[in-house]
């Protein structure tokens, strides 16, 4: 498997000339790309594949020599992300979001992430050296630890605008991961707002961990510095100031997020002896885009599920460190599963302020809970593990839980 470190950099101020020429050089090849690829549509309604505009990059050079102080792999990058981004804006269209847009052109006011794709570095031990013919300015920079197997190098800049940001440089490399076995052990979690994470296992245990709303405390601190820089002249020094302040007060409040994240997920697959954990599928794009609410519900949803990365973030996070160890993630559907009484399969109306269901069948059951089974259980009959799911709800049982009967309804329209 692939995993991906940061490293941040600090580059003197003739590393910086060199990075920006790479910049303007890689914004330059990207617009051009871009404007064939628009052209070709617009007149004659052909698409233009990535091959055939990299089979055009030695001919390119020829009529444009100042391409050739760029590395070759680094060129081949930059085609890469425009193809990838088209792909990205046909899948989107391809699912039915009309509100997708195509590629656009970029600036050159915006630092260009410059990628480095297998080759054109040299690493001796942790120090790093990256090929180019713009000057002979060294690209060396330390790592701080010598990477094996690295598979591709890019160097960007987290406020690319003049690049105001910190610069880093992003290593993919390749590491070894254990052999999924699956030991008939099972985890069921639903991810959620209130509570990040509600678990159940085949042994009809709960875990459930609270959300916290770190979000809470830096957004009132934010949302006031942002309104005094705001009444600012812009690029005055007191505006430049504020805005300092505010970057580095979100980044204190994005670095607390991804912290508790990393913990929790890796303490959840070291903790749990599942070799299976089961998540819902969540399309966190879909809840900003809800027509239900509106207003400052709308706002305080869009920033608990968009802004702060808690949901889909947290999930790669976990599938990741899940992989490594040996353990799988699987993701299923998990459409409602929160209104779905998991005894008689009743569907109730379950806005977001309601955290318990109250059933006819004198099921009373926590929404998060209620949830986790569902997609246990979905998980079970999908894949026709009947003795699972027996286990599972014997064990429900035990803990106080009524048997759930969609399992017989099932198991007799199966047989």
């Given at each position: 498997?692939?995993?991906?470190?940061?490293?941040?950099?600090?580059?003197?101020?003739?590393?910086?000339?060199?990075?920006?020429?790479?910049?303007?050089?890689?914004?330059?090849?990207?617009?051009?790309?871009?404007?064939?690829?628009?052209?070709?549509?617009?007149?004659?309604?052909?698409?233009?594949?990535?091959?055939?505009?990299q089979n055009k990059l030695p001919d390119l050079k020829k009529r444009n020599p100042e391409?050739?102080?760029?590395?070759?792999?680094?060129?081949?990058?930059?085609l890469k992300k425009l193809d990838a981004n088209y792909r990205s804006f046909f899948a989107?269209?391809?699912?039915?979001?009309?509100?997708?847009?195509?590629?656009?052109?970029?600036?050159?006011?915006?630092?260009?992430?410059?990628?480095?794709?297998?080759?054109?570095?040299?690493?001796?031990?942790?120090?790093?050296?990256?090929?180019?013919?713009?000057?002979?300015?060294?690209?060396?920079?330390?790592?701080?630890?010598?990477?094996?197997?690295?598979?591709?190098?890019?160097?960007?800049?987290?406020?690319?605008?003049?690049?105001?940001?910190?610069?880093?440089?992003?290593?993919?490399?390749?590491?070894?991961?254990?052999?999924?076995?699956?030991?008939?052990?099972?985890?069921?979690?639903?991810?959620?707002?209130?509570?990040?994470?509600?678990?159940?296992?085949?042994?009809?245990?709960?875990?459930?961990?609270?959300?916290?709303?770190?979000?809470?405390?830096?957004?009132?601190?934010?949302?006031?510095?942002?309104?005094?820089?705001?009444?600012?002249?812009?690029?005055?020094?007191?505006?430049?100031?504020?805005?300092?302040?505010?970057?580095?007060?979100?980044?204190?409040?994005?670095?607390?997020?991804?912290?508790?994240?990393?913990?929790?997920?890796?303490?959840?697959?070291?903790?749990?002896?599942?070799?299976?954990?089961?998540?819902?599928?969540?399309?966190?794009?879909?809840?900003?885009?809800?027509?239900?609410?509106?207003?400052?519900?709308?706002?305080?949803?869009?920033?608990?599920?968009?802004?702060?990365?808690?949901?889909?973030?947290?999930?790669?996070?976990?599938?990741?460190?899940?992989?490594?160890?040996?353990?799988?993630?699987?993701?299923?559907?998990?459409?409602?599963?929160?209104?779905?009484?998991?005894?008689?399969?009743?569907?109730?109306?379950?806005?977001?302020?309601?955290?318990n269901m109250e059933c006819d069948c004198g099921n009373f059951i926590d929404r998060d809970?209620?949830?986790?089974?569902?997609?246990?259980?979905?998980?079970?009959?999908?894949?026709?593990?009947?003795?699972?799911?027996?286990?599972?709800?014997?064990?429900?049982?035990?803990?106080?839980?009524?048997?759930?009967?969609?399992?017989?309804?099932?198991?007799?329209?199966?047989?």
């Amino acid at each position: 498997m692939h995993l991906t470190t940061k490293v941040k950099i600090y580059p003197t101020e003739e590393q910086l000339k060199v990075l920006w020429e790479l910049s303007d050089k890689c914004c330059s090849l990207y617009n051009l790309a871009l404007a064939e690829r628009k052209d070709a549509w617009k007149l004659e309604r052909k698409s233009i594949k990535y091959v055939d505009q990299q089979n055009k990059l030695p001919d390119l050079k020829k009529r444009n020599p100042e391409y050739k102080a760029v590395y070759s792999k680094t060129l081949q990058g930059v085609l890469k992300k425009l193809d990838a981004n088209y792909r990205s804006f046909f899948a989107l269209r391809k699912n039915g979001d009309l509100k997708a847009r195509p590629p656009n052109f970029k600036s050159r006011k915006y630092f260009q992430t410059i990628p480095y794709n297998q080759s054109g570095f040299y690493q001796i031990g942790c120090v790093i050296s990256f090929s180019h013919k713009i000057n002979d300015t060294k690209l060396v920079f330390d790592l701080g630890k010598k990477f094996e197997n690295i598979k591709q190098i890019e160097i960007y800049n987290d406020d690319p605008f003049h690049a105001k940001g910190d610069f880093y440089i992003s290593v993919t490399y390749e590491v070894s991961a254990h052999e999924y076995i699956d030991n008939g052990l099972y985890q069921a979690n639903d991810a959620g707002i209130t509570k990040i994470v509600t678990a159940v296992n085949t042994q009809g245990k709960f875990f459930e961990v609270k959300t916290p709303r770190i979000d809470k405390y830096w957004q009132p601190k934010l949302d006031a510095l942002k309104s005094r820089r705001d009444h600012c002249k812009r690029k005055s020094k007191k505006w430049v100031r504020l805005h300092n302040i505010y970057r580095k007060m979100e980044k204190k409040k994005s670095n607390q997020l991804r912290d508790f994240q990393h913990k929790l997920s890796k303490k959840m697959v070291n903790n749990t002896k599942a070799n299976t954990i089961i998540v819902g599928d969540l399309k966190t794009k879909n809840m900003a885009q809800s027509k239900r609410l509106k207003g400052k519900r709308k706002r305080a949803m869009n920033r608990s599920t968009q802004n702060q990365g808690y949901l889909s973030r947290f999930i790669e996070f976990l599938a990741y460190k899940a992989e490594l160890i040996g353990k799988k993630v699987i993701k299923i559907d998990e459409s409602y599963t929160s209104k779905t009484c998991y005894v008689c399969g009743k569907i109730h109306d379950m806005p977001l302020w309601k955290r318990n269901m109250e059933c006819d069948c004198g099921n009373f059951i926590d929404r998060d809970c209620n949830s986790a089974i569902n997609i246990m259980v979905n998980f079970l009959l999908q894949n026709a593990l009947w003795t699972g799911y027996q286990k599972f709800s014997d064990n429900l049982r035990q803990t106080g839980l009524p048997m759930s009967e969609r399992f017989l309804e099932s198991y007799h329209q199966m047989t």
